[in-house]
């Protein structure tokens, strides 16, 4: 037994709007100490072990990606990784409940709070009490590894997630940019992005 196991919970066809897709469920539960239990879902679109595919690693963002929020890029990075995906015909989006890159929703709706005040997303989650960053992308390094998948062309503007994944055993052949056209009200979030957590645009 691993010090973190991953067991895959449930597995189902997943028709969407961008096309077939097979939705699976996983749950990792630490036996560090804390006993906490993580869980996310991959789908998985066509041919994915012969080619290293298409990976979108996506933290849960309850106000973009349900609410359409323009405060963030988050559902538009989304919708654009499934598109991507569906145009290549294969590919995996692991979707994490990571909301408030880690936060949680609760302080990242005091974190909204606190950037209306004036302080940029950085500052506001460390006034908190927290990580610039909050999270931890060991869990989806692993969930790749129960699909059979070792090496990735990952869709992220993310360095961290990229060696995340190679810290985790997942070779990452290519960074594949995951850029939209923001909104006004998510330039500052952007720029916030880059200048200070290191994220990689070809612009803002």
């Not at 994915?48 to 106000?63: E, F």
Request: hydrophobic share 35%.
């Amino acid at each position: 037994m691993s010090e973190n196991d991953v067991q895959q919970i449930a597995s189902a066809d997943f028709p969407t709007r961008w096309g077939q897709f097979r939705i699976y469920g996983f749950r990792r539960q630490s036996n560090d100490g804390d006993r906490r239990v993580e869980e996310a879902v991959a789908l998985v679109m066509g041919d994915v072990t012969s080619a290293p595919p298409l990976v979108r690693v996506h933290s849960q963002c309850l106000t973009g990606d349900v609410f359409h929020s323009l405060r963030c890029d988050c559902r538009q990075q989304l919708e654009l990784s499934l598109a991507m995906i569906t145009d290549e015909g294969a590919g995996i989006l692991i979707y994490e409940q990571q909301e408030g890159r880690g936060i949680g929703l609760m302080a990242k709706l005091q974190a909204y709070e606190l950037q209306d005040a004036g302080l940029d997303t950085v500052e506001a989650n460390e006034r908190l009490g927290f990580k610039a960053d909050h999270r931890d992308f060991a869990l989806p390094a692993e969930i790749l590894k129960c699909l059979g998948v070792r090496s990735v062309r990952l869709l992220s503007n993310n360095p961290d997630k990229v060696e995340a994944l190679e810290r985790s055993g997942v070779h990452v052949v290519e960074r594949v940019p995951c850029e939209v056209t923001p909104s006004p009200h998510a330039e500052e979030y952007l720029r916030t992005k880059k200048e200070k957590l290191g994220h990689l645009f070809s612009s803002t």
